[in-house]
């Protein structure tokens, strides 16, 4: 993870825990109570009977409070820490944090398939057009995507929209409002195109305007599945190049 910030976790440092539990997202809310070469010691209040269901290498998603915003990172969980398997536990040492000026959405690089349709009539797009993509990225609060079409025929910021996102075998669907349209090459991973390349496809960033709560439990319980997914393929690799 690209670091964004200097700052790193302190001593007593609050941190919302969250993590994929029996197919629903839990938060965890502990205190930072030691810091080790690559791992960080964290301790609950009160027991918490959520924890004792953690298992090692499982994906998790740290949100530190500051003063004025948050900030949030990657992890994994390591192991328990002593008698009781309810208070104190082991993750690793996150890479690096990025800054938040407001609680984050958790928001993972994926290349899902999307359709949209316009709603309002605008200067660049009419209302009822419709359009298909590929996401960058998502989260509970919005997706970004990739279109085939020009950025003068696309959208323009501001502009409404319904979005249907497939999740592997489910799909969930929003109004949402364009936030960002960027003229770009870059492929949805972040590669640009060779110059021999296709005319260049935009970039459409969108929030959620009214997207339920099942849609964006959908929405993070993919990202865990997919970040599993990632942790298991890159162990495997790893033990392939030890043969």
């Not at 990025?98 to 605008?122: F, G, K, M």
């Not at 492929?187 to 195109?193: E, I, V």
């Not at 929030?207 to 298991?232: G, M, P, T």
């Amino acid at each position: 993870m690209k670091t964004d910030i200097d700052r790193s976790p302190a001593v007593h440092d609050q941190v919302l825990v969250e993590a994929e539990v029996g197919g629903k997202v839990i938060g965890i809310r502990a205190v930072v109570v030691n810091i080790m070469p690559t791992a960080l010691w964290l301790g609950l209040a009160q027991p918490d009977p959520a924890l004792e269901r953690l298992r090692p290498d499982q994906p998790l998603f740290l949100t530190f409070g500051l003063e004025r915003a948050a900030m949030v990172g990657e992890s994994s969980f390591r192991s328990h820490l002593g008698v009781s398997r309810a208070r104190l536990f082991a993750i690793e040492l996150p890479d690096g944090y990025r800054l938040t000026q407001r609680r984050a959405y958790l928001r993972l690089d994926a290349e899902c398939p999307i359709e949209y349709t316009v709603i309002n009539q605008s200067e660049v797009a009419g209302a009822g057009q419709k359009g298909r993509g590929v996401s960058a990225n998502i989260s509970a609060g919005g997706v970004k995507f990739k279109v085939q079409t020009e950025a003068r025929e696309a959208a323009a910021v501001g502009d409404q929209m319904e979005v249907s996102v497939e999740l592997g075998p489910s799909a969930i669907s929003s109004d949402a409002e364009v936030i960002r349209v960027e003229e770009t090459a870059a492929h949805p991973s972040g590669k640009t195109r060779p110059e021999s390349a296709a005319e260049p496809s935009p970039i459409i960033a969108v929030r959620f305007v009214s997207i339920s709560e099942s849609s964006q439990d959908k929405i993070v319980r993919y990202i865990f599945r997919l970040q599993r997914l990632r942790r298991a393929q890159a162990r495997k690799a790893a033990w392939s190049d030890k043969l």
